[in-house]
């Protein structure tokens, strides 16, 4: 009699006994629904909410008792990598009186604003949980500010999850996992005195912290060791979760496509570029560096953690150039651009989708969701965009 079990029957088996009388497991859920406030209220992938939060333990002047420890450890352990163009070293920092330091939030568009007029120091913090650089926008934030206070000595720090490389120069890199390992080291100082309430908000914070963006030491010895005794069953686990982000862009091409009045434009893993017909003008085709089809302007999902939906002008032609931002400065109702026109990249237009692709959310869902914005892009902002566009007389020289 033949004993071996085909493939179906054997993956089922190992399936069962991975579920099956495992105390590891039911350790390891515990561990992961342990109540935190931040999970609670929904915030824990906000960056806005990170930002707030990161600005009250940076802000010597509010009431957690730190003063000025934590913002001086974060700036010391940021330049510990410091940017090519670091105007400090730690050091340098450890010397400095900062308990006057001001910190903004979301000021011009820049998450956390550091300015300390004492000492002629401004750092921009730049908060990424669920997304990424984009649009030059460390440049931009670099050169506004650096412009605005020429005397002062500017810098940038890029804070993210897994302490990515910024593209600029000007910034330096940190991860959200330094944040616990500071808040630890600062509540074990000698003759510092944090009330309990504040003692409770800091462990809720670095908790959800090291849930979410670390490996938290116990919840990492307990996955390790379930790896190590049911390796086939997570592996084969794993081999069936849904890819979200390649059914997403293949839905974004497909809506693009279906649609005669667009055109794609290259298209990459993380961008689906297109560009309404109306407006592919050849005026417009005196773009450089930004895709083969040399158009100036492109509207683009990016599909990261979450989905974002632009229309972004990019490098060429710059009588060109300063002829769109103009027009998009007139047609404020129609068009979201900053004041300034930036050298490489400016954003004309931007439509928030509001929904993450790692957020547990089921994938059929996820793409409905997209396809709710997408036919209200077609039919409320569209129309505007070609009409303020066509309305205007180019000249073709």
């Excluded at 003063?67 to 700036?75: A, I, M, V």
């Excluded at 069953?233 to 979760?241: E, K, Q, R, T």
């Excluded at 450089?288 to 229309?311: A, N, P, Q």
């Excluded at 509001?354 to 914005?373: F, H, M, Y």
Aim: with cysteine; hydrophobic share 35%; proline share 5%.
């Amino acid at each position: 009699m033949d004993d071996t079990c085909p493939p179906e029957r054997d993956q089922q088996q190992v399936l069962e006994r991975f579920v099956i009388a495992n105390r590891d497991l039911e350790t390891l859920e515990a561990l992961a629904k342990r109540f935190n406030i931040f999970e609670a209220l929904g915030v824990v992938r906000a960056e806005r909410t990170h930002s707030k939060f990161l600005g009250f333990l940076l802000n010597p002047k509010e009431s957690h008792g730190l003063g000025s420890r934590f913002l001086k450890r974060f700036l010391q352990t940021a330049l510990e990598y410091p940017p090519k163009t670091a105007p400090l070293t730690p050091i340098e920092i450890d010397l400095l009186d900062l308990s006057e330091t001001e910190i903004l939030f979301e000021h011009d568009n820049i998450d956390v604003l550091i300015r300390d007029v004492q000492n002629d120091i401004n750092v921009i913090v730049e908060n990424k949980v669920d997304s990424t650089q984009h649009s030059g926008q460390l440049a931009k934030y670099y050169e506004r500010e650096s412009a605005r206070y020429p005397r002062r000595r500017v810098f940038g720090i890029y804070l993210t999850i897994d302490g990515d490389d910024p593209e600029n120069d000007n910034y330096a890199s940190i991860s959200h996992s330094a944040i616990p390992r500071l808040l630890s080291e600062l509540s074990e100082a000698p003759g510092l005195h944090i009330d309990p309430e504040v003692q409770f908000a800091l462990r809720q914070y670095s908790e959800a912290l090291g849930r979410h963006f670390m490996a938290d030491a116990e919840i990492k010895k307990l996955c390790e060791k379930l790896y190590r005794q049911h390796k086939k069953a997570i592996d084969l686990i794993v081999s069936h979760i849904p890819d979200t982000k390649a059914a997403v862009r293949k839905r974004l091409e497909e809506l693009v496509e279906a649609n005669g009045s667009l055109t794609l434009d290259d298209c990459t893993n993380a961008y689906v570029r297109f560009i309404p017909r109306s407006l592919d003008l050849p005026c417009f085709r005196c773009g450089s560096g930004y895709t083969t089809s040399k158009r100036l302007f492109l509207f683009e999902f990016k599909i990261d953690r979450s989905v974002w939906f632009y229309m972004e002008m990019g490098p060429g032609d710059p009588q060109r150039r300063k002829q769109v931002h103009d027009l998009t400065l007139a047609n404020k109702n129609t068009f979201q651009t900053e004041k300034k026109l930036y050298p490489l990249w400016q954003c004309l237009f931007k439509k928030p989708i509001n929904v993450q692709l790692d957020g547990g959310i089921d994938q059929e869902q996820i793409i409905t969701a997209i396809e709710s914005k997408w036919q209200e892009f077609l039919e409320k902002d569209l129309p505007g965009i070609e009409q303020a566009f066509l309305a205007h007389q180019w000249a073709t020289a």
